[in-house]
């Protein structure tokens, strides 16, 4: 049994810095402040660190406990009202903790983060240790970052459902170190293969993998830019991309692309000038020649916020990486900080999940964490689920601690914050009955064998090919092309129990899943569409029961 724990940081009136706590189980909210466990070059020098791999494990389980203590803190005593106050915070906080591993559940963490408290978005969250373990790395805990602002449209477009279209993205220029993008992609196909097996999944890759390859691509997919989607029949729901990525600088001069670090005053190719230049993350894409082309993020997030996609996946570095300038700043500023990183710009623009790099991670990693986060994915399991077991798949490879790099980012509203799974299972038995059950399904059916039987062979036809078709002996046969099935007879005899009770014993031959539609009540051919329209989760806003064509669409 799972327990949900939100975690909201916000600025009290007074200017200080306070802690919010929603459980799950019981729904109260409790409040304490919170005290910054480390000063901005503190911080700075923390990350920098962590950036170049320089940490042993006991520096880890310093900082993990750090961050720890700072939520959930040392069990004090003290009859100060403020002090109490601040106790029995943490005295919740640590019993939902170990009331989830009594019962060997398992706790949800989503820490949310108002526009004044950016600056804690940085900090590395992932490494929290209890003094025992790092929670994530125990697979019990996991982890969401949420950013709360007033003027993010609320709504949440996960799960999706299948058949599902993921695009991969590799990108290995050849004026840049070589990455292992054969590996990682025979990795990503092997961790969706239950899907492809099921025609459950269309899994692209782009050719060649080209910033306006990547433009036509999208395009052709519809996406809220499109005038009519008519003709888009599987939108593309996730991108993963493969490559090189960087948190920087870039020169400004025209003969000149060079990316520099973040605190660089001049240019160190060419010498010009940074003065004005704000960082953000670039991406490394090939260009037609197969040099690199660097996009920025305003460019990426232009794209990608226009398209269908619900997942980014970016497995490149510094792709989550926020300036370290964003607690000093205006809110203006603030804000422009966060829009400049790849991870949380997608995130306030309402691309429903990113996961991303603040760190720089090793290409060797990618495929380790490829199989295993799809292949949960394609397990029916939630984001935060599917991005813990490749945290444990990776805890034992190689000499450089990289399990805690991947974040999670989520579009969350008030209410929702809990872990979801990106791709609904849909032949689910629990599921198939719910989609009957309004047509009166019965939980017994005596009688009518022969009826059953003659009802199975027409299915099986219809979910076959030809040739299989003609291979089957049966006393009915469906004519060439024929998917249609009517049962026809005087009212009162039993055909919609025994059309249900059909449906139901056959049901393993539609992957997709079954929908039941009563059409009692004069309903309309038109009605009917959109009531299916309903079911398959396709939005029907601009569905007018009045142009029965674009119903059909």
């Not at 042993?56 to 959930?72: K, P, T, V």
């Not at 973040?262 to 670039?282: D, M, W």
């Not at 991870?343 to 991670?361: E, G, R, Y």
Request: aromatic fraction near 8%.
């Amino acid at each position: 049994m799972g327990e949900t724990l939100n975690l909201l940081f916000c600025r009290s009136e007074d200017g200080s810095f306070e802690l919010q706590a929603k459980e799950s189980r019981s729904g109260r909210v409790i409040s304490g402040s919170f005290v910054p466990p480390y000063q901005p070059r503190q911080l700075n020098n923390l990350l920098k660190k962590l950036n170049t791999f320089e940490s042993d494990d006991r520096e880890l389980r310093d900082i993990g406990q750090h961050l720890y203590q700072s939520l959930f803190g040392p069990v004090t005593y003290n009859t100060d009202r403020r002090e109490s106050s601040e106790q029995s915070i943490r005295a919740v906080l640590r019993g939902v903790i170990q009331g989830a591993l009594g019962r060997r559940g398992s706790v949800a963490l989503t820490l949310s983060f108002t526009p004044e408290c950016h600056e804690f978005v940085r900090y590395p969250w992932e490494l929290m240790h209890n003094g025992e373990y790092f929670l994530l790395a125990s697979g019990v805990f996991t982890l969401t970052r949420a950013l709360v602002r007033p003027d993010m449209p609320s709504g949440s477009k996960l799960p999706v459902h299948p058949p599902l279209r993921i695009l991969y993205i590799g990108a290995s220029p050849v004026d840049c170190p070589p990455l292992e993008i054969e590996n990682s992609y025979e990795a990503l196909e092997q961790g969706l293969s239950s899907l492809r097996e099921d025609n459950r999944l269309i899994l692209d890759r782009l050719e060649p993998p080209t910033f306006d390859e990547l433009v036509r691509y999208l395009n052709s997919l519809g996406g809220v830019g499109a005038f009519d989607e008519r003709d888009i029949a599987y939108p593309c729901y996730a991108i993963h991309f493969d490559g090189h990525g960087a948190f920087r600088r870039q020169c400004p001069a025209d003969d000149c692309d060079e990316l520099n670090d973040i605190n660089g005053r001049f240019c160190k190719e060419c010498g010009a000038s940074l003065r004005g230049v704000e960082p953000q993350t670039y991406l490394c894409f090939c260009d037609n020649e197969g040099l690199s082309r660097l996009i920025d993020t305003e460019t990426l997030r232009e794209l990608l916020v226009s398209s269908d996609v619900r997942l980014a996946v970016f497995a490149a570095c510094e792709t989550a990486t926020l300036t370290k300038e964003i607690r000093t700043r205006s809110h203006r500023q603030r804000q422009a900080a966060i829009d400049a990183t790849l991870a949380t710009a997608l995130v306030v623009s309402q691309v429903p999940a990113v996961i991303a790099m603040p760190f720089s991670i090793e290409d060797k990693l990618s495929p380790t964490f490829m199989l295993h986060f799809y292949e949960a994915l394609a397990n029916g399991r939630t984001l935060e689920e599917a991005l813990s077991r490749a945290r444990q798949a990776m805890l034992p490879m190689f000499k450089h601690h990289s399990w805690f790099i991947p974040v999670l980012y989520r579009h969350v509203i008030e209410g929702q914050e809990g872990p979801v799974a990106f791709l609904s299972v849909r032949d689910e038995l629990d599921e198939q009955e719910t989609s009957l059950a309004h047509l009166g399904d019965s939980q017994s059916f005596v009688g009518r064998e022969r009826e059953l039987q003659d009802l199975s062979d027409l299915l099986t036809q219809a979910a076959i090919n030809e040739e299989q078709r003609h291979e089957m002996k049966s006393q009915h046969l469906l004519r060439p092309g024929v998917h249609h099935i009517a049962l026809t007879g005087p009212a009162g005899i039993g055909k919609s129990a025994l059309a249900i009770e059909a449906v139901k014993q056959n049901r393993d031959k539609f992957h997709g899943g079954t929908i039941g539609i009563s059409l009692q009540g004069s309903k309309s051919f038109a009605e009917a569409l959109i009531e299916i329209a309903q079911h398959l989760h396709i939005p029907t806003q601009a569905m007018h029961t009045a142009n029965i064509r674009h119903c059909e669409q």
